[in-house]
């Protein structure tokens, strides 16, 4: 029974963080520089962006930076009280969720706290909308030289005895994911990161852009960044092209008001970019992550403060208008779309985080037609069943999934235990 927990929670891990599969994120600080970096790799996207919000009362300065068609859309940034924050996708954990807590998105916790203290003590009273079945974990670092990594439960400070700290891909507190990670990528990143840290010797802002290169994930390498966190200036660079960084300085930017910037604008595009835009697919999957993304910022408020807003919301009449989109797309302009399995996959699993499961089921369903012939789109409807408690529906998709897979013995195992026992 165990093996079968773990290869379901590795399968899962492949659905949800399959946008960020590789990130490398670190702080760094000594007497001369207090600075994080990181980048973060995802399949291309053309529309990675930088969002600016200036200060208001009671709430700081933030830029940050991401891209609009992808749910959660932030993946690093910073304030202007030199409090930043980076995002990894991790192995799923379950940790213990207080249904009183209410969420709240990185860009709240920017524009609310000032130092690493601050955004733990903030996240103890909220459960973060982001965190997706804890398969995420943060880094948060302060201008004070302080840095903390937070995952579900569980926080890591850095230690008093070394001036850097690492955040990749696995759970440092989980021996399960760090077997994982160690097993299938030898984790050179975060070994790679330690060696290099440790051996850095009175080193300038930029000299960190070596370390970013050195653990860069091809051509999956999207954004990265190094936050200055004295000097309020953030490093940015484009499409793993770590020679020419653009310098945004955030008190100078955040003047100009909110606004966005389209970060290809800033950039000379090199040949890789360009090879890469000219065979990109727009993802499907961001048609319906847009429209999560539309419903939590127009009702950000009601979001905070009430923790079962998303789950009551009446999203019935827009979601059949997407599968229609999605039908009329994929018949008329499939050449344009990435219409690939794990597509719908991670929707699902997106539907079910916010609490809408008879949402997730019409779009496994919808799965399941245009993948007739795949186990694990019948596996992931049969799953959602079973958080309706529809049983029967449950079993006669798991049966599908058998006569598709029938070497699959967690298939089997699945149907064994909805069997009833007479």
Not at 23 to 33: I, K, L, P
Not at 250 to 273: C, D, P, V, W
Request: with cysteine.
């Amino acid at each position: 029974m165990n093996k079968i927990i773990l290869i379901l929670l590795i399968s899962l891990f492949g659905i949800i963080v399959n946008q960020t599969y590789a990130c490398s994120v670190f702080s760094y600080s000594n007497e001369n520089v207090t600075i994080a970096a990181g980048n973060n790799d995802q399949p291309f996207d053309p529309n990675a962006t930088i969002y600016c919000y200036p200060p208001e009362k009671g709430m700081n300065g933030v830029i940050l930076l991401g891209y609009p068609d992808q749910m959660g859309i932030y993946r690093q940034g910073m304030n202007d009280k030199g409090l930043c924050w980076y995002i990894t996708g991790t192995l799923p954990f379950i940790y213990s969720k207080n249904p009183n807590q209410l969420m709240v998105s990185p860009k709240t916790i920017l524009q609310k706290c000032s130092t690493v203290k601050e955004a733990v003590k903030f996240l103890k009273r909220y459960q973060n909308s982001f965190m997706m079945f804890g398969c995420q974990s943060y880094l948060f670092a302060d201008k004070y030289g302080n840095s903390a990594i937070v995952a579900g439960n569980t926080v890591i400070y850095k230690s008093k005895n070394k001036n850097y700290q690492i955040l990749t891909n696995f759970r440092q507190n989980y021996p399960m994911s760090k077997w994982y990670y160690e097993f299938r990528l030898k984790e050179f990143r975060y070994k790679t990161l330690s060696q290099m840290l440790t051996e850095v010797k009175n080193p300038e802002i930029l000299s960190f852009n070596n370390m970013l290169n050195a653990v860069e994930w091809g051509p999956g390498t999207q954004i990265s960044s190094i936050c200055d966190l004295k000097n309020q200036v953030i490093y940015v660079y484009l499409f793993h092209n770590f020679t020419d960084p653009v310098k945004i300085n955030l008190k100078r930017e955040l003047a100009n008001g909110k606004h966005q910037i389209h970060m290809s604008t800033l950039f000379k595009k090199t040949f890789a970019y360009t090879n890469a835009e000219n065979s990109y697919k727009i993802p499907i999957d961001s048609i319906f992550k847009t429209y999560l993304n539309k419903v939590v910022s127009e009702n950000e408020t009601k979001v905070a403060n009430d923790g079962n807003f998303l789950k009551n919301y009446n999203y019935h009449k827009d979601l059949d208008k997407l599968i229609s989109k999605y039908k009329y797309l994929k018949k008329h302009e499939s050449n344009k779309y990435d219409f690939s399995e794990y597509q719908l996959e991670g929707v699902g699993t997106l539907l079910t985080v916010t609490g809408w499961n008879d949402g997730a089921i019409e779009v496994y369903k919808l799965n399941t037609e245009s993948f007739p012939n795949s186990s694990k789109a019948f596996q992931l409807l049969a799953n959602a069943y079973k958080k309706e408690n529809k049983i029967n529906l449950a079993r006669v998709a798991l049966k599908k999934a058998n006569i598709l897979d029938g070497a699959n013995l967690m298939i089997r195992e699945e149907i064994r235990e909805l069997t009833p026992k007479y």
